[in-house]
């Protein structure tokens, strides 16, 4: 089975904080994305990466970048973190020959205070 | 960016009562997805629909894809207290990286 792990069930950081979420997947998929999710508005897309140290803004980048040094780990970094980042922050992965089959972790949620 | 909304938001029935809910936009996608998340975990793949009008079984759950691909619906007959969770549609847009665009969401709670 598709393993996408991230590293933190649970994190609360204080306003200003860098943060830093990381995700691991264990199936050599090429495609890594962070989400975040929020009541009402679904899934949106912040960042994803097609290989490694590649990178693409989705559609709310603002406040966030990433970092892909390893084809397996994809991380999702903070600068300066405010209380609006305050979410539920989802890593998924695709497989090569089937992109569209999105593979997710069991999340992250964030309290920014 | 497309926009894809689900209605209803949320939803509350009894057991064995039917449903529908449903994923509308604006714009024609190349394929579509739904996804179910349960509490404390990551969306899982249901389904995917490619082709305007077709219809998807998976056990209880039926899938359809409008004729024009602008919108579609998600079915469950007689619903068990294991269909609870989040429904996601996910349109897949067509490109090199294939990104999906995800629905707003619909929260099912099926009482026993």
């Known amino acids: ?26 199936m050599d998929h090429e495609n890594m994305f962070w989400y975040r999710q929020d009541p009402g508005l679904g899934l949106r897309l912040i960042y994803f990466s097609y290989d490694v140290k590649m990178k693409e803004k989705g559609d709310i980048p603002e406040g966030y970048s990433v970092s892909r040094e390893k084809k397996e780990r994809f991380s999702l970094i903070l600068e300066s973190a405010s209380t609006n980042q305050t979410s539920m922050y989802l890593c998924a992965s695709t497989q090569g020959s089937k992109k569209n089959i999105q593979y997710f972790g069991a999340g992250t949620r964030l309290s920014v205070l | 960016t497309q926009l894809l909304e ?20 604006s714009s024609v996608f190349s394929s579509l997805q739904w996804y179910r998340q349960e509490p404390g975990e990551g969306p899982v793949l249901l389904v995917t629909v490619v082709t305007g009008g077709e219809v998807k079984k998976l056990k209880r759950l039926t899938f359809q894809f409008g004729d024009a691909r602008k919108d579609s619906s998600l079915h469950i007959t007689a619903a068990q207290p294991g269909d609870t969770g989040l429904y996601l549609c996910a349109a897949v847009n067509s490109g090199g990286y294939q990104k999906v665009t995800f629905g707003t969401g619909t929260k099912l709670q099926v009482i026993p």
């Open chain 1, 1 to 26: 089975d598709v393993k996408v792990t991230q590293s933190s069930r649970y994190l609360v950081k204080r306003t200003g904080e860098k943060v830093f979420l990381e995700c691991v997947q264990d």
């Open chain 2, 6 to 25: 689900q209605s209803p938001q949320f939803l509350s029935i009894q057991e064995g009562e039917n449903l529908t809910v449903y994923c509308n936009s």
